[in-house]
């Protein structure tokens, strides 16, 4: 599915779980043993989806976060995002991977921080800093918010964290969403999960 409209995902994951799945299964005729998919993603014997352009894995599930959905947002199929989600706390999550094309991890940083102020109102920035994130302590830049909107089917207040780190040509973006309610436990699976995910070894060019 190739979306020409960006907009990201977020606060509906956990209502829409069932429908992706199905979807990603049925669009990339998935089995038991594992067959090619077709661009931007392939499928390992072991379920793993891999964006081709980057060499990013993204196994079916990590910890208790259960892959759940993935979108292409461009022809070429180096713009993709891959969603995860926790049922006990629930927590929404998406790994976004991209082209830098240049831009600095600070400004893209900016605009990522934009773009969560225009999707939701009365958005409150909570704190903004750095972070280590992956098993190799990788540097990024990170910012927590809350705002009110609609998650697993009723509208509550929530809380969301923005990470973006880069990579060579590429740029990797991680949200994750949850009911300000679900406090420490699921705070608690958003670092385990941004700390989790392992990128490769070698992260492919990002050829235009």
Same mark, same amino acid.
């Given at each position: ?13 956990? $209502? ?20 090619? /998919?077709? /661009? ?8 793993? $989806?891999? @964006? ?16 759940? $959905? ?38 893209? *940083? ?9 999707? @939701? ?6 704190? !903004? ?12 830049? $990170? &910012? ?22 880069? !990579? ?15 406090? &420490?436990?699921?705070? &608690? ?7 989790? *995910? ?11």
């Amino acid at each position: 599915m190739i979306l020409k409209n960006r907009n990201r995902p977020g606060t509906t994951f956990l $209502m829409r779980t069932a429908l992706f799945a199905f979807l990603i299964l049925v669009s990339w005729g998935f089995s038991e043993r594992g067959v090619a /998919a077709p /661009a931007p993603f392939a499928v390992s014997l072991d379920g793993n $989806m891999v @964006h081709v352009a980057s060499g990013f894995s993204f196994p079916n599930k990590i910890g208790d976060f259960q892959r759940v $959905m993935a979108r292409q947002y461009e022809a070429t199929g180096k713009d993709v995002s891959v969603g995860y989600n926790d049922e006990k706390p629930q927590v929404a999550a998406t790994i976004f991977i991209y082209l830098s094309r240049g831009r600095l991890l600070e400004t893209e *940083f900016v605009v990522r921080e934009n773009e969560i102020v225009a999707q @939701h109102q009365g958005t409150k920035l909570v704190d !903004r800093g750095t972070a280590l994130i992956t098993p190799k302590k990788t540097s990024a830049l $990170m &910012a927590n918010y809350e705002y009110t909107d609609t998650f697993a089917g009723r509208v509550q207040l929530l809380r969301s964290r923005l990470v973006v780190a880069q !990579r060579g040509e590429w740029d990797i973006e991680y949200r994750f969403t949850y009911p300000a309610s679900e406090g &420490a436990s699921a705070a &608690a699976k958003v670092e385990f999960l941004q700390n989790s *995910f392992v990128w490769p070894e070698t992260i492919q060019k990002g050829k235009e």
